[in-house]
């Protein structure tokens, strides 16, 4: 059986939010608003909030940053992972993993062809963990933002959602540090 035991108490955690893009401004984060949004609905904290360019560099940086802080549970991007040039949010991500969670990427793909056909094999939404901070990289349209939280991020960001999920994985994130 899977879904969410009411009987678990609720534990919130603090996520922030990055929108990569060369255009966006905090008066048009369409895709940001949603997904704070949805964060802050379920019941978690939007930590901090950044908009930044299309370039690998700037984007490992905030990674890095929001990795090394050690009250961000999770960093959710939107943007820039498709297939054109200035596309390099996947990239970015994967220079900072220490664990990819490539099942995220695949069940995003498999959840988008339902409402979106094969339009979803242009989507490099990718998921991993680094310095005990999950990471996910998700497409920059609103639609893709809900779908990524509505069907994938609500319930594994969240406790009580059975069998398992990744709230409960957060204090063993780091155990390889322990046995140095």
Same mark, same amino acid.
């Given at each position: ?40 609905? !379920? &019941?978690?904290?939007?930590?901090? $909030? ?7 560099? @700037?984007?490992?940086? +905030?990674? /890095? ?36 969670? !490539? &099942?995220?990427?695949?069940?995003? $793909? ?7 056909? @094969?339009?979803?094999? +242009?989507? /490099? ?56």
């Amino acid at each position: 059986m899977f879904g969410i035991n009411e009987e678990i108490p609720f534990v919130a955690i603090n996520i922030a939010v990055m929108t990569v893009s060369d255009t966006r401004t905090e008066a048009d984060d369409r895709s940001g608003d949603t997904l704070a949004a949805r964060i802050t609905d !379920a &019941g978690h904290t939007v930590a901090e $909030r950044a908009i930044v360019k299309d370039d690998q560099a @700037t984007i490992v940086a +905030q990674l /890095r940053e929001w990795i090394a802080h050690p009250e961000i549970d999770a960093v959710i991007s939107t943007g820039g992972t498709g297939v054109t040039g200035r596309d390099v949010t996947p990239e970015a991500f994967h220079a900072v993993y220490e664990k990819e969670v !490539a &099942g995220f990427g695949e069940l995003f $793909r498999m959840l988008s062809y339902q409402k979106i056909g @094969t339009s979803t094999i +242009q989507s /490099r939404a990718t998921a991993g963990v680094a310095g005990g901070t999950y990471l996910f990289a998700l497409p920059g349209s609103t639609g893709a933002v809900k779908d990524a939280w509505d069907d994938i991020l609500l319930y594994q960001l969240d406790i009580r959602h059975k069998p398992c999920n990744f709230v409960e994985l957060i204090p063993r994130l780091q155990e390889h540090l322990a046995a140095d």
